[in-house]
């Protein structure tokens, strides 16, 4: 059974900084696009970045310039380092993977998710 196993969530002052890890488990994905999605309270799951297994990111514009994602191959680990948060930052923030950039990307339906770790932001 295919488990992601996210870490690294937890309550942070606004403009402080915290990382977050995700690791599967039961199978290898080094070569599949990972990413991160979120889901704050009362709204939707919205795709936060991606990263393909060369280094190729994508970021959601809320984001950029504040968060970078990036992955270890050898080590099946894809993080998201998240700095100057914003309360609006906080949600429940979730791992995912799949072998397509689009589904993971573009269209937001990955195969494969995390339980979620959560992200709280105070201001």
């Known amino acids: 059974q295919v488990q992601l196993v996210e870490s ?24 599949y696009p990972m990413g991160w999605f979120r889901q704050a309270p009362g709204k939707e ?8 297994w060369s280094g190729t990111t994508s970021y959601a514009d809320s984001v950029k310039g504040r968060f970078t994602i990036s992955r ?3 080590e099946n ?3 998201l380092q998240m700095n100057s948060l914003k309360p609006e930052d906080t949600a429940v923030y ?6 397509s950039w689009a589904r993971l990307v573009v269209h937001g339906t990955p195969a494969y998710w995390g339980q979620g770790t959560q992200v709280t932001v105070s201001s």
């Open 45 to 52: 799951r919205e795709f936060v970045a991606g990263i393909s």
């Open 94 to 99: 979730y791992c995912a993977v799949d072998p």
């Open 8 to 31: 690294g969530g937890g309550l942070v002052q606004a403009g402080g900084s915290l990382r977050l890890s995700c690791t599967p488990s039961g199978r290898t994905f080094s070569i």
């Open 77 to 79: 680990t894809v993080y």
């Open 72 to 74: 270890v191959n050898a």
